[in-house]
């Protein structure tokens, strides 16, 4: 079945950068687009960054553009986020998703998403 496992997540202060990774298995990875959710207590889950099958083709929200940098191997099937610049409000659980379809194909929402990780946790203190 399919698997997406996080790591990398933890806590900084405020102007600080993690790196978060995604391990994918179980799915044909360069067939797949891929993204970072964030989700905050007591918030909805958002779409940060997304990456496009094979192209590389990225989009971000518009609260983390030109601080994160999302990037994938489709040779090891892995995904990544870089953060850098981090702020409090960046303070939220970080997931990893999977949707078969191009870019422009998927919509924002975590509904389009099947597949996901278990979460890796990011807390940036003031």
């Known amino acids: 079945q399919v698997q997406l496992v996080e790591s990398g997540g933890g806590s900084v202060q405020a102007g600080g950068s993690l790196r978060l990774y995604c391990a994918a298995s179980?799915?044909?990875?360069?067939?797949?687009?891929m993204a970072w959710f964030r989700q905050a207590l007591g918030k909805e889950r958002e779409r940060v960054a997304v990456?496009?099958?094979?192209?590389?083709?990225?989009l971000y929200a518009d609260a983390v553009k030109g601080r994160f940098t999302i990037s994938r191997d489709n040779a090891k099937n892995t995904l990544s986020l870089q953060m850098n610049s981090l702020q409090p409000e960046d303070t939220a659980m970080y997931y990893c998703?999977?949707?078969?379809?191009?870019?422009?194909?998927?919509?924002?929402?975590?509904?389009?998403?099947?597949?996901w990780g278990q979460g890796t946790q990011v807390t940036v203190s003031s």
């Open positions: 998703a999977a949707a078969a379809g191009s870019l422009f194909s998927i919509p924002t929402s975590p509904d389009a998403f099947p597949y």
């Open positions: 179980g799915l044909t990875y360069s067939y797949h687009l």
């Open positions: 990456i496009s099958p094979n192209d590389c083709t990225t």
